[in-house]
């Protein structure tokens, strides 16, 4: 199981970390990705990380203002949100894969809304 959280309130040009938990250890072996889905859109892609913590990937829509990393001893993802803006306003979801393969475990999301 994955436990998305950090998400909330924040004005234009504000930041926020979101943090992916798991509880089993295998998740240090996983990809994990950062997905999002404002009200009436599909779900898009935001940013991804191998296992290791290298080739992070983004969405043309976030590069430059998002980060992701992780910290394996904590069993955790992170998402720093940086120069926050409208559009971003989204429940934020975190997925893990084995390798290259689909996302298969899904957490629950996280809502990040920003006003202007």
């Known amino acids: 199981q994955l436990q998305a959280s950090g998400g909330g309130l924040v004005q234009t040009g504000g930041s926020l970390r979101l943090s992916c938990t798991a509880s089993?250890?295998?998740?240090?072996?996983?990809?994990v990705g950062w997905f999002r889905q404002a009200p009436g859109k599909e779900r898009e892609f935001v940013a991804s990380i191998s296992r290791s913590g290298s080739n992070p990937y983004y969405a043309d829509s976030v590069k430059g203002r998002f980060t992701i990393s992780r910290d394996n001893a904590k069993n955790t993802v992170y998402l720093q949100m940086n120069s926050l803006k409208s559009e971003d306003t989204a429940l934020y979801y975190c997925?893990?894969?084995w390798g290259s393969g689909e996302y298969n475990t899904w957490g629950q999301g996280t809502l990040v809304t920003v006003s202007s």
């Open positions: 997925a893990a894969r």
């Open positions: 089993d250890r295998n998740f240090i072996k996983l990809g």
